[in-house]
């Protein structure tokens, strides 16, 4: 027999397929905008209520969409319930719908609302939102790549559009293919080239605070002072991981070192005062943020030492601030810094950026003494603890602890990981 479900009964809070499919429907245009009311908001303005499926409005594009969707299918019953408002549905009609509107089908010959999503994509539709001019630019800018690719024989994938926004450049086989960074497609490129800082950053973030509860995890007391945290990024396994696992000789004090000193020892040279990331840290040099990155994701850093999966994870920190230092007056930098909601919650690169250089201007120049003691404290202990407090169940939310310098850890910390569900392993 087949089960029935009532749609009324859905309760889509928490749920990221929900609110990811949703919302790009909302980003194509689909859906009237409606203003919410006194009744919907709560005292800092954010809605309360949950939006029911008979209280949405089909834009004249939505509706053509749903209707070439609906041909596509053969207008099957559960369809026809819905738009009656009936909210009792089948699993196996919610498994029809399923099936025929999935990237698998779309990619197939004769699609009738595939012409329609070519047309949508392409910006082809009246652009009913500002989303629909960027993402022509950007199908632009992956038809070029792959042309570009299709033309020396190289596989296309999402690590080697991501070697191209941000280095120019890609590796096959231990060569190295520079791509044409033609300016026709700058603008879009350099906003994706935010994108892949913006996620090594993270990567960066999520590896120190990691670090931070191993360290925690190997104490037999439960609990460490945060400057022996600090102390520990001095020991000789720190240089000797970043001689023989990163290339970068010659390192004797993690901790005495500045960025830019060992930037300089991995062969990046300086221009105007500062390490130029831009032309100098290149796609094959061992500091690569793809690389450090590989480095922390494999394993969750099992393989290497405590002290140095924390001084690898603060090397990519200071290499993205630096490459987005040298964009910040170009429009995708400043796009960014627009989108800087919460000085105090939001993790963006124009946060760090501004408050590294309030603290100091050449901050690269300062020794990691320094910087990782406030780097750490600040955007990883203290970020934790605000955003802890910010989901509105006090210490409860919180993992990582800071009491007068002592750090303990709370909960399940030991599933505590760095995880990217979109990352490919990047090609060798």
């Not at 042309?147 to 070697?163: I, K, L, P």
């Not at 970043?242 to 000789?249: A, E, I, K, R």
């Not at 800071?402 to 909960?411: E, F, I, K, Q, Y």
Request: with cysteine; hydrophobic share 40%; proline share 4%.
């Amino acid at each position: 027999m087949d089960e029935s479900f009532d749609l009324r009964r859905y309760r889509r809070s928490g749920s990221l397929a929900w609110n990811q499919y949703f919302n790009s429907l909302v980003n194509l245009g689909c859906f009237e905008e409606m203003e919410p009311t006194e009744d919907d908001e709560n005292g800092e303005g954010e809605s309360t209520s949950q939006t029911s499926p008979d209280e949405i409005r089909l834009t004249p594009l939505g509706k053509q969409l749903a209707d070439a969707y609906g041909a596509e299918l053969g207008h099957p019953r559960v369809l026809t319930n819905l738009r009656t408002g009936a909210s009792q549905v089948t699993l196996r009609g919610l498994e029809k719908i399923g099936s025929g509107g999935g990237v698998c089908e779309i990619m197939n010959k004769g699609p009738v609302d595939k012409g329609l999503l070519r047309h949508v994509f392409f910006d082809q539709v009246g652009s009913p939102g500002k989303s629909h001019a960027l993402r022509r630019r950007s199908l632009l800018l992956i038809m070029d790549l792959i042309r570009q690719c299709a033309e020396v024989d190289v596989e296309f994938n999402s690590a080697t559009f991501g070697d191209a926004v941000l280095y120019g450049a890609t590796t096959v086989e231990d060569l190295v293919f520079e791509f044409s960074r033609d300016g026709v497609f700058r603008d879009v490129a350099d906003l994706w080239r935010m994108f892949y800082l913006h996620n090594h950053l993270s990567v960066a973030l999520e590896g120190a605070f990691l670090g931070l509860i191993r360290n925690v995890e190997q104490s037999e007391r439960g609990n460490v002072r945060f400057e022996s945290v600090l102390s520990s990024l001095d020991d000789s396994i720190v240089a000797e991981t970043f001689g023989t696992g990163l290339g970068v000789d010659d390192l004797e004090s993690f901790l005495d070192s500045t960025p830019a000193g060992i930037l300089s020892l991995a062969g990046v040279d300086e221009a105007n005062g500062r390490p130029a990331i831009g032309s100098g840290l290149q796609l094959e040099s061992p500091l690569a943020e793809w690389n450090l990155a590989e480095i922390l994701r494999q394993l969750q850093w099992a393989s290497l030492p405590t002290p140095a999966g924390v001084a690898v994870s603060l090397t990519p920190l200071t290499t993205v601030l630096l490459g987005f230092d040298e964009l910040r007056e170009h429009e995708a930098a400043l796009w960014c810094a627009r989108n800087v909601r919460d000085p105090y919650l939001d993790l963006a690169l124009p946060l760090l950026s501004n408050w590294l250089s309030q603290w100091d201007r050449v901050w690269w120049n300062r020794t990691w003494d320094d910087l990782a003691a406030v780097v750490l404290d600040r955007f990883v202990i203290r970020q934790h603890e605000l955003l802890g407090y910010d989901k509105g169940s006090g210490s409860d939310s919180m993992i990582l602890h800071s009491n007068d310098g002592v750090l303990t850890a709370t909960g399940e910390y030991g599933r505590v990981t760095i995880g990217n569900p979109g990352k490919k392993s990047h090609p060798k």
